[in-house]
């Protein structure tokens, strides 16, 4: 079984993004629900916080992510 870390590893060279760490996806997944109206409390279940206070430090009101990780990976989630 391959370790997350290293999969990811070689996905993100795959796709011309080295160096992503899977801090950076966790960034940005509740990042881009913010921007597409997702509600605080919701990003405050997917990052598994124990308070709203601490997501709305997590996210940051000035954090935008230009370049983000996700961008160049292309996940796509089966609904």
């Known amino acids: 079984m391959v370790p997350f870390w290293?999969?990811?590893q070689q996905y993100a060279?795959?796709?011309g993004v080295p160096g992503i760490a899977?801090?950076?996806?966790?960034?940005?997944c509740p990042n881009y629900a913010?921007?597409?109206a997702a509600s605080l409390?919701?990003?405050n279940l997917l990052l598994?916080?124990?308070s709203v206070q601490t997501t709305e430090r997590y996210l940051g009101t000035k954090l935008y992510?230009?370049?983000?990780p996700n961008d160049a990976i292309?996940?796509?989630v089966a609904v």
């Open 6 to 8: 290293q999969m990811l």
């Open 13 to 15: 060279e795959t796709v």
């Open 22 to 28: 899977p801090h950076d996806l966790r960034r940005t």
């Open 34 to 36: 913010e921007r597409r």
């Open 41 to 43: 409390s919701r990003s």
């Open 48 to 50: 598994g916080h124990a």
């Open 65 to 68: 992510l230009v370049h983000a």
């Open 74 to 76: 292309k996940l796509r």
